[in-house]
């Protein structure tokens, strides 16, 4: 296939699989309805994506510091909003004994 | 850097994103609560892996192939788990009218 045709496909997957996190971020924020979210997969995908950042800044390659600077901002989010709910059942379950 | 260390860097990355969606996969699959998780996510996402596999295929990298197929069935399972979930509330309200 053409270069140019491949490259797009591959901008195109890299804007999607960045921006989709930005609707999550979103819904989380707004609603705080943070069940059925898996702290464990942001916690890995967090420190995954940080790893991604540094590895761009080392190849010194500017999609992969820009698409990751992106992407660490908004699991950040998600993750700090799924610890503050799981803080708060704790602190209620606490509460309640 | 050390090119081996940059490339050990990058390969943590990679594993840590790919096997993050493994949890909440798991997560979804068994307590079936998907409420708090994006569908608009999930979708953007699904197809963003699809094109990063398509991508590996094109440009022949084994390790995108393979990284975005395991992706691509975590969060296809993800997905289709909240469309059930969004087709049966569709359908209760429904029923309720």
């Known amino acids: 296939m053409h270069q140019n045709l491949t490259d797009i496909i591959g ?3 890299a804007f999607l699989t960045t921006i989709a996190f930005a ?5 989380s924020w707004k609603t ?3 069940d059925g979210i898996s702290l464990t997969m942001y916690s890995l995908f967090t420190v995954g994506v940080a790893l991604w950042f540094f ?3 080392l190849i010194e390659s500017m ?3 820009l698409a990751n ?3 660490l901002l908004l699991s950040t989010t998600i993750m700090y909003l799924k610890i503050k709910q799981v803080l708060k059942r704790k602190h209620i ?3 309640l004994k």
């Open 55 to 57: 590895y761009g800044l």
């Open 23 to 27: 609707p999550q971020a979103y819904q």
């Open 11 to 13: 901008y195109c997957a």
């Open 93 to 95: 379950s606490f509460t």
């Open 63 to 65: 999609p992969v510091i």
């Open 32 to 34: 705080r309805n943070l």
């Open 69 to 71: 600077a992106i992407t």
